[in-house]
């Protein structure tokens, strides 16, 4: 019988799982939404949340821990000075997770994890703004080269 065996592996060497969570929190809290499979989406809930509730407590030692399971300051310090005061009144539920399809690859089941009371601006963060200036539209055009004998 299969009474209380935990989570899921995943198919994947506890190291591996390790690092693939650590990364997927990572990018949760900088983007505060991501996309990827239905069973990644659902063992990521239980952490991200977790993860929040130690941030409300504004402790060094939560520092310390979190900071030894994500290993990112940016993300520890955003888990701290943005998240926790985003959801100080929340008592739980920090996270939803929506299914969104299969892939059409393999047809696996996918699902967007976000944060409850996310920021829409965040998405962007790493994408480069569009300044473009009109001496940047005008590229200097060269001549075609005559081919030669």
């Known amino acids: ?32 939404q991501i996309i990827t499979t239905l069973p990644k989406a659902k063992e990521l809930k239980p952490q991200i949340d977790k993860v929040i509730t130690i941030g409300k407590k504004n402790l060094l030692t939560n520092k310390k821990k979190l900071f030894s399971q994500l290993q990112d300051k940016k993300s520890v310090t955003k888990v ?24 059409t690859g393999d047809d696996a089941p996918m699902a967007v994890i976000e944060l409850v009371d996310r920021n829409p601006e965040a998405k962007k963060i790493d994408k480069p703004k569009k300044t473009e200036t009109k001496d940047k539209k005008k590229e200097v055009q060269l001549e075609p080269k005559v081919a030669s004998k």
Do not use: C, Q
């Open 1 to 32: 019988m299969r009474h209380a065996l935990g989570y899921r592996k995943l198919n994947k060497t506890s190291e591996h799982r390790k690092a693939l969570f650590k990364n997927m929190l990572n990018s949760l809290i900088k983007y505060e």
């Open 80 to 103: 701290f000075d943005e998240l926790s005061k985003r959801y100080s009144s929340r008592k739980g539920g920090y996270s939803r997770v929506l299914k969104a399809g299969f892939r």
